[in-house]
Nanobody, 116 residues
Framework: QVQLVESGGGLVQAGGSLRLACAAS????????IGWYRQAPGKQRELVAT???????NYSDSVKGRFTISRDNAKNTAYLQMNSLKPEDTAVYYC??????????WGQGTQVTVSS
């Protein structure tokens, strides 16, 4: 059974940093593309960053230069390093894993709150 567990969220002041982790189990992690998404209250879930199974990365314009996505296949874990955080980064952050087909697995999310 595939399971994704996000961790590392919390409350931080503007300008601060957080590192999110997404621990996967029940899957061959290296086969999957990984995405970090976020959803703020009253807004749709948006894609923040992706990393393919080969390690290519992509970022939304809103986080480019501030966030870094990475993966450690040996630990079945993906990360999102978030620097220079802004109040508008406040959201629940989710990781999603997709092997290239129609099915995407999701974690339960971790809350990130950035105070001004």
């Amino acid at each position: 059974q595939v399971q994704l567990v996000e961790s590392g969220g919390g409350l931080v002041q503007a300008g601060g940093s957080l590192r999110l982790a997404c621990a996967a189990s029940g899957m061959i992690f290296s086969f999957y593309h990984i995405g970090w998404y976020r959803q703020a209250p009253g807004k749709q879930r948006e894609l923040v960053a992706t990393i393919t199974r080969s390690g290519s990365t992509n970022y939304s314009d809103s986080v480019k230069g501030r966030f870094t996505i990475s993966r450690d296949n040996a630990k079945n874990t993906a990360y999102l390093q978030m620097n220079s955080l802004k109040p508008e980064d406040t959201a629940v952050y989710y990781c999603g894993c997709n092997a290239g087909g129609d099915r995407t697995y999701w974690g339960q999310g971790t809350q990130v709150t950035v105070s001004s």
